[in-house]
């Protein structure tokens, strides 16, 4: 192994040396601020001491013993039994991003760095959040650092179309939020809102929405197939808003977004993808890509009040550029429902994970 000490103006200038002087296979071992010069103690330069490893030989090292042990197993096939390192795990990103150290300050943003929603960036985000501490030395200046990064690509929208149609997977809110939508509409907006469902699949959901119907006192419109949808549309023409309930289906039929598509039409219409913060991040990214063939204006997180971990909501946005509508944040209509700026979508998303 060798180990090498870097001294630098910054991190990230003493993360490029050490690229080009070991490599991207380099282990972070240590990073820390020195002053160098001066005289007694005076007119000294702030500088950043980084202590680097590298394996000699990395990749032989790894692969041979694998080889061998199959080898010694089966003899006879050992092409077919040795699995040789995948990309993945070759990645010299991954690998030396996993073993680099956050100075003992900052220990709790590994768990965030080590995020499958941040994984194209960690390693930007870890010199952001190095640099800023030794700059500042403030850990309330180092989360402001990151939070802002993280603004950035999260956009949130409002509603633009008088219809507002809400589609997703089974379970995950999706009456419940256009009950809180009708509410707001209605009640704090004093705007005239009717409603549509398309979930005719079981009875309890139609008088689910019903039952909110009417303590609200809107009206409600069943739709069995594409022409009793046109026609609702058009009964309810008068109203400033319309909100439309689908049925949720399981996300791995791949004739669900078939059949919505056949069951509606989304011109003058907002279709906001509704998600819920408790699913794993990998199916969410699953349900995007099936909704492809949608034309989305957005997504709705639902459930965000039983769990800490929001980085979905960073990831989606991110990946898709699409924006975020509404948070959900319980099960009490109306209330539970926010409309967050982008700086407080990122600001709760770091809080929750760092607390
Ligand atoms: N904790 C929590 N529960 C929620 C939230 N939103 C909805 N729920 C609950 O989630 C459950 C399912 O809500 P629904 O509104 O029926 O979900 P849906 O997506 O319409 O379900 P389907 O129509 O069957 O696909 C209910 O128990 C709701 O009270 C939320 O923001 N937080
Ligand atoms: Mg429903």
Redesign the pocket.
């Known amino acids: 192994m060798m180990v090498k000490r870097i001294i630098a103006n910054s991190v990230s200038e003493a993360m490029e040396l050490v690229k080009q002087d070991l490599g991207n296979d380099a282990i972070i071992l240590n990073t820390r601020q020195i002053k160098v010069g001066g005289l007694f103690g005076l007119f000294a330069q702030k500088k950043v001491e980084l202590v680097a490893s590298v394996e000699e030989h990395p990749v032989v090292k790894t692969a041979q013993p694998v080889k061998q042990i199959s080898a010694e197993l089966k003899p006879t096939k050992p092409a077919v039994q040795s699995r040789p390192p995948t990309m993945e795990s070759l990645s010299p990103k991954i690998v030396s991003f996993a073993s680099r150290r956050l100075p003992e300050a900052l220990s709790a943003y590994e768990v965030l760095l080590a995020e499958p929603a941040l994984q194209h960036e960690a390693e930007a985000l870890y010199d952001l959040l190095v640099s800023t501490y030794y700059k500042t030395n403030d850990l309330s200046q180092v989360e402001q650092a990151f939070i802002t990064t993280l603004t950035t690509p999260i956009q949130v929208t409002t509603a633009t179309s008088r219809f507002i149609m809400v589609t997703?997977?089974?379970?995950?809110?999706?009456?419940?939020?256009?009950a809180k939508l009708a509410a707001y509409y209605r009640l704090t907006k004093q705007q005239t809102v009717g409603l549509i469902t398309t979930?005719t699949y079981?009875i309890s959901?139609i008088e689910?929405l019903r039952t909110y119907a009417d303590i609200i006192d809107i009206p409600l419109r069943v739709a069995y197939d594409l022409q009793e949808f046109e026609q609702a549309k058009a009964e309810l023409s008068d109203c400033d808003v319309i909100l439309v309930?689908t049925?949720?289906?399981n996300f791995l039929d791949a004739g669900y977004v078939e059949q919505l598509k056949k069951r509606h039409d989304f011109s003058d219409t907002d279709v906001f993808l509704?998600l819920s913060l408790t699913s794993k991040y990998r199916d969410l990214e699953q349900i995007q890509q099936r909704f492809d063939q949608v034309p989305l204006s957005g997504f709705i997180f639902?459930?965000?009040?039983?769990t800490t971990d929001l980085w979905s909501i960073y990831g989606l946005v991110k990946k898709t550029q699409l924006p975020v509508f509404c948070l959900?944040?319980?099960?009490e209509v109306p209330e539970?429902i926010i409309w967050p700026t982008s700086a407080e979508v990122s600001r709760m998303i770091v809080e929750r994970g760092l607390r």
């Open positions: 997703g997977p089974t379970g995950v809110g999706k009456t419940t939020t256009l979930d079981r959901a689910q309930d049925a949720g289906r509704v639902t459930k965000a009040d039983e959900t944040t319980g099960q539970d």
